[in-house]
């Protein structure tokens, strides 16, 4: 009962045999006129047959005797009538032309009385399609005995001769009367073919839900298998997308899950190799500098000096990258709530642009800041300075002395500003524009110069910041014409996540 499999396929099985049964319930239910239609069809075919051998019969008295006297005939009909060609249940007799039984004209069970019977519904039938004599076809009525229930009946029409001979008696029709068929006597009759029939839908059934079921489990069999293996560390393993459509989603976000895990631990081992490698160099110096101070290779004052500063300066640097890394740990994880207070970016650019406006100053680079539109968004002021500082720290790193820096913001469309931030550098190689913004990744192009400043965790932190407000960031290049930096933000109007979400 653990297996998938099995329960799908038990669970069509109940499904059909519930569905069986309710058919069955609902034939049953009908099962009142189903009876009145076979016992009619019963009685039709017997009709005809009786009316066949009594015409025979009753002619060949006729041939026989005087036409004048009807007294031949009359014993021959009685002699028809009781030589017990029906079944027990059946009566045959004789009626006039108001449908009243005559009497001793008629062949009865032995426990019944046709005395005072009167046929009803005895009006014009249409003709049967394909009958060579339609007044000679049965039709239904009801035999009324008095003291008794009604039962069934068929009337077939006497022929003229025996009309002409019986004229005395006013006979119209010869008629066939049986109770309706009992209910045990109809479901005799269906119970066979009804198990048959039901036998062959449950076959049918299990036979289709034992392949439906299969290509259900099948795929999640497979599924199962493909995540044990990734559970022992095997991140390239994928499933095909086969199956129903919610199974085929399942595999598809497995292997997307895969993808993302395998995209993840690599992630952990470059960022492990990457903060071994940034921490390598600055404790290296630290050792190298302590352990010349503690075995008096430096004893002078002015080297001691300088080895402290050297020390001090490592130190920092260190702080400063673990500091960085906890800001976007805490960014990255949902940690850090942003303040959702009313910033003018007029009042931000201008604090900015106060800041940087020496340095740009000493590197012989010209800086300009626009702001228009609306510039009122509701976030944190310290942190959105943070993403303008390292924006602006990379424009003017990059910036040759007679360079161009500009700062923009306008309104992108109703409820969002864009920000830019333009330099007329050396520009970006394609390569590395699309990891631009992961951590510790910088250029291996231009080597020589400023690409291989920082920790590579300025634009990684920027990103971070700027989707926890609810925008996005990203940046275009082209060689030897600078690199330009754009973010959007949700204006006032709108409202913007409190913490950041990946």
């Known amino acids: 009962m653990g ?19 309710l058919a069955a319930l609902s034939l049953f239910l009908q099962m009142g006129e189903y009876r009145e239609q076979i016992s009619y069809g019963n009685l039709e075919d017997l009709g005809r047959l009786v009316n066949s051998q009594a015409t025979t019969e009753i002619q060949r008295a006729i041939d026989e005797g005087d036409p004048a006297e009807g007294g031949e005939v009359l014993l ?66 009801r035999l009324d005995i008095p003291e008794r229930p009604a039962i069934l009946c068929v009337s077939m029409a006497l022929g003229p001769a025996i009309l002409e001979a019986l004229n005395e008696t006013d006979a119209s029709a010869i008629i066939v009367a049986r109770p309706a068929a009992s209910l045990g006597e109809i479901v005799g009759d269906l119970m066979p073919r009804l198990l048959f029939s039901g036998l062959i839908g449950v076959a049918a059934a299990l036979v289709l839900g034992f392949a439906f079921s299969q290509s259900v489990a099948a795929p999640l069999r497979g599924i199962a298998r493909a995540a044990r293996s990734v559970a022992r560390g095997n991140y390239r393993q994928r499933v095909p997308a086969t199956g129903p459509r919610e199974v085929r989603d399942l595999a598809a976000n497995f292997n997307r899950m895969t993808e993302e895990v395998q995209r993840s631990q690599q992630t952990l081992r470059d960022f492990l190799a990457n903060i071994s490698h940034e921490l ?31 020390i001090s300066d490592e130190s920092n640097r260190v702080l400063r990258l673990v500091q960085e890394l906890l800001d976007l740990s805490r960014i990255e994880s949902g940690q850090v709530s942003m303040q959702q207070e009313e910033v003018d970016l007029r009042e931000l650019f201008g604090h900015v642009g106060e800041v940087f406006a020496l340095r740009a100053e000493e590197a012989g680079v010209e800086m300009d800041v626009t702001v228009s539109g ?106 030897d014409h600078g690199t330009t930096f754009v973010f959007t933000l949700p204006t006032a109007g709108r409202t913007t996540p409190r913490a950041a979400a990946r």
């Open 374 to 479: 609306g510039a009122r968004i509701l976030g944190d002021f310290d942190r959105l300075e943070q993403v303008l500082n390292n924006l602006l720290d990379n424009a003017l790193r990059y910036t040759p002395a007679g360079g161009t820096v500009r700062v923009t913001c306008r309104d992108l469309q109703p409820g969002t500003l864009q920000v830019t931030v333009g330099d007329s550098g050396p520009g970006i190689p394609p390569v590395d524009l699309p990891h631009l913004f992961e951590r510790f990744y910088r250029s291996t192009a231009n080597q020589g110069n400023s690409h291989r400043k920082g920790h590579g965790l300025g634009l990684a932190i920027s990103r971070e910041i700027v989707r926890a407000h609810g925008g996005e960031i990203w940046a275009t290049s082209e060689q």
């Open 76 to 141: 021959a009909v009685r002699q028809f009538l009781t030589a017990g060609r029906v079944a027990s249940d059946t009566s045959l007799a004789i009626v006039d032309r108001q449908g009243r039984v005559i009497s001793g004209l008629t062949s009865r069970p032995p426990d019944q009385t046709l005395d005072g019977a009167v046929v009803r519904d005895l009006k014009e039938q249409p003709a049967t399609e394909g009958s060579a004599d339609p007044a000679a076809e049965p039709r239904r009525c």
């Open 3 to 21: 297996s998938l499999q099995v329960r799908l396929l038990l669970t069509y099985l109940a499904i059909i045999m519930v569905t069986l049964m």
């Open 280 to 310: 390598k160099t600055p404790l290296t110096s630290i050792r190298g500098f302590s352990e010349a101070m503690l075995d008096g290779t430096i004893d002078d004052r002015e080297g001691v000096e300088r080895s402290a500063r050297i």
